[in-house]
């Protein structure tokens, strides 16, 4: 019989946790053949990333998981075979009294948020708190073969380099979305948190010899544009010219498109996790633009992860890409350091797929869940 899976997404803010959790129910029920229930507390964020979502249905089918309302007030149902509360959400009482109940108790998970440090991977699968005698792990997604992966669905890589390969497709997608950009147009996206640092960056790219199209996809980020743009507003659809640079405007796209647009660009800017794990995927070089947390700490994760991602670089470019991220993830100056990447571009740009190859080879995040309920089952 199928196992069956529970997992629960509180939405703190943003698009990262349902982004995530929703990429993990679908994989499951695709390439694991679980019966899953995705349990999400606000169906409005979802609808942004997946806009098929019904928000007045407190139970739907979406490509074969069982997407549930989490309601306020939680109504008793009985637990599955294994429980994931996604990034240390906590579940309603009444639930975890049910997973007591079962006759076998669950399998219970914490699916934690993704970093590069290096205590990660002795931390993956130990045993957290207990309920009533049902054990909680933590399971830690990550970059190194120690932890639990990345997110990456079977025949993605194949995916995205068959339409990086088909300039017809390319054109097509981006022409859907109105964007047509020049020949020889150095094209690249946007998602990103406000950043003071921005305006820096735009006037290089604006004085740079080189044309740059940079697609800004609707969110946070569109207030630094416009002030720097000096418009009263920009909305969908707006495209502006500022000498090399024409910067346009994007609807916020369902998630597979977003993907797209990704393995469409030359250079991502991307946040968070779910898009920060997206744009690896893409194979293009990348600057990211980490969730800033309380003491700086977020500072610590960025230094991990630019430590592993440059480790195969010259140091003159891993100076350069280390300096840019720096620069993004302290809102300083971005001019300098964007013009020293600029001059390592072939390397960093072959640097980006074969770093895309090396994590591409490891287990994916939604195999390791399985093998990890195989072994404790
Ligand atoms: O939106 P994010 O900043 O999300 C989060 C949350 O802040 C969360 O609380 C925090 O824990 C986490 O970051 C680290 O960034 P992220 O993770 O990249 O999620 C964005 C999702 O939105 C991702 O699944 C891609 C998707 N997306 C679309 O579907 N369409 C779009 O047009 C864009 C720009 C993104």
């Known amino acids: 019989m199928k196992a069956s899976w529970d997992i629960f997404c509180s939405v703190v803010d943003n698009y990262g946790d349902i982004g995530v959790t929703w990429r993990l129910a679908r994989q499951l029920v695709a390439e694991h053949h679980c019966a899953v229930r995705l349990w999400v507390d606000d169906l409005r ?6 806009p098929q979502i019904d928000i007045r249905q407190a139970c739907q089918q979406q490509d074969g998981v069982e997407v549930r309302h989490w309601p306020a007030q939680w109504q008793p149902e009985t637990a599955a075979d294994v429980v994931i509360a996604a990034f240390a959400c906590q579940l309603p009482h009444v639930y975890m009294e049910a997973m007591a109940d079962r006759q076998q108790p669950p399998l219970w998970l914490n699916l934690d948020y993704l970093s590069a440090e290096d205590w990660v991977g002795g931390c993956h699968g130990l045993p957290s708190v207990k309920f009533r005698g049902v054990q909680k792990y933590f399971f830690f997604p990550g970059f190194q073969p120690q932890t ?33 950009p020049a020949a020889g147009v150095r094209l690249m996206s946007l998602f990103a948190y406000e950043n003071a640092g921005l305006g820096g960056w735009l006037d290089a790219l604006a004085c740079d010899l080189h044309p740059t199209h940079l697609l800004v996809p609707e969110g946070r980020i569109l207030g630094d544009v416009q002030r720097w743009l000096g418009v009263d507003s920009l909305a969908v659809g707006n495209l502006q010219v500022r000498q090399s640079l024409t910067v346009q405007v994007l609807p916020f796209i369902r998630q597979e498109d977003y993907d797209r647009l990704l393995w469409c660009c030359d250079f991502n800017a991307v946040r968070g996790e779910d898009s920060f794990v997206r744009a690896q995927w893409a194979g293009r070089p990348m600057l990211w633009h980490i969730y800033r947390q309380d003491e700086d700490i977020h500072l610590d994760k960025l230094e991990a992860f630019l430590a592993l991602y440059t480790r195969a670089l010259s140091p003159p470019a891993r ?51 399985v093998q990890f309920y195989l072994n404790w089952i």
């Not at 639990?148 to 390319?170: N, S, Y």
């Open 319 to 369: 100076a350069a890409v280390q300096a840019l991220w720096r620069s993004w993830n302290t809102e300083a100056q971005m001019a300098e350091a964007w013009g020293e990447l600029l001059l390592h571009w072939p390397e960093v740009t072959a640097h980006a797929e074969q770093w895309c190859l090396e994590q591409g080879s490891q287990v994916d995040l939604a195999a390791a869940l």
């Open 45 to 50: 964020a979802f609808e942004r990333i997946c």
């Open 148 to 180: 639990g992966g990345l997110l990456r669905e079977g025949g993605l890589l194949a995916q995205r380099r068959a339409f990086q390969a088909d300039g017809q497709a390319r054109a097509a997608f981006l022409q859907a979305l109105g964007v047509m």
